[in-house]
T-cell receptor
Framework: GAGVSQSPRYKVAKRGQDVALRCDPI?????LFWYQQALGQGPEFLTY????????KSGLPSDRFFAERPEGSVSTLKIQRTQQEDSAVYLC?????????????FGDGTRLSIL | GIQVEQSPPDLILQEGANSTLRCNFS?????LQWFHQNPWGQLINLFY???GTKQNGRLSATTVATERYSLLYISSSQTTDSGVYFC???????????FGKGTKLTVNP
């Protein structure tokens, strides 16, 4: 597609449930990023992939958060045993190359609400 | 880690007015981007500007990398310019973007 596509746009889950969020990057983009945006704050980095390799996961807040990109294209962010503090917008971004001097393009995000 | 400070935090304008938003960062960077987050939450790329000056219609941006700041100029503002403007930087050796807290702009008719 023309842009980064994320699904679902909205997700409501009960505390303790597992959720999976999907990201389709721009075709041909090597790098893929996940960010978390709490209400009223700027996005914060979670993790980064170059093709299928997860090169940086320093931003993942706990071991309940897991991301994968098995074929170097679509990525899934999984949150196990969700907690209320996981409520946020989860943004995916992709960029063309493996060098840092490439702009990142963002999807519309998934708004996650944990009840 | 690198610190990104944006000012002002809030800005209210009448339609047609001009404004300048500022972004200061605490270390040298490889990448700097300005984004507009509209009321629907979409994060729109405005500029990729690690240094120099760029213009796109009523918007322009200047980054002075040696002095560690960037400015976003909005001229003849319109109500559709309302939203939050974020500056984000990328430091050498790291691929992640570090965002400021944003400037919330409200343009009244």
């Amino acid at each position: 597609g023309a842009g980064v596509s994320q699904s679902p746009r909205y997700k409501v889950a009960k505390r303790g449930q597992d959720v999976a969020l999907r990201c389709d990057p721009i075709s041909g983009h090597v790098s893929l990023f996940w960010y978390q945006q709490a209400l009223g704050q700027g996005p914060e980095f979670l993790t980064y992939f170059q093709n299928e390799a997860q090169l940086d996961k320093s931003g993942l807040p706990s071991d309940r958060f897991f991301a994968e990109r098995p074929e170097g294209s679509v990525s899934t962010l999984k949150i196990q045993r969700t907690q209320q503090e996981d409520s946020a917008v989860y943004l995916c971004a992709s960029s063309l190359g493996w060098r840092s001097n490439q702009p990142q393009h963002f999807g519309d995000g998934t708004r996650l609400s944990i009840l | 880690g690198i610190q990104v400070e944006q000012s002002p935090p809030d800005l209210i304008l009448q339609e047609g007015a001009n404004s300048t938003l500022r972004c200061n960062f605490s270390d040298s960077v490889n990448n700097l981007q300005w984004f507009h987050q509209n009321p629907w939450g979409q994060l729109i790329n405005l500029f990729y500007i690690p240094s120099g000056t760029k213009q796109n219609g009523r918007l322009s941006a200047t980054t002075v990398a040696t002095e560690r700041y960037s400015l976003l100029y909005i001229s003849s503002s319109q109500t559709t310019d309302s939203g939050v403007y974020f500056c984000a930087v990328q430091k050498g050796g790291s691929e992640k973007l570090v965002f400021g807290k944003g400037t919330k702009l409200t343009v009244n008719p």
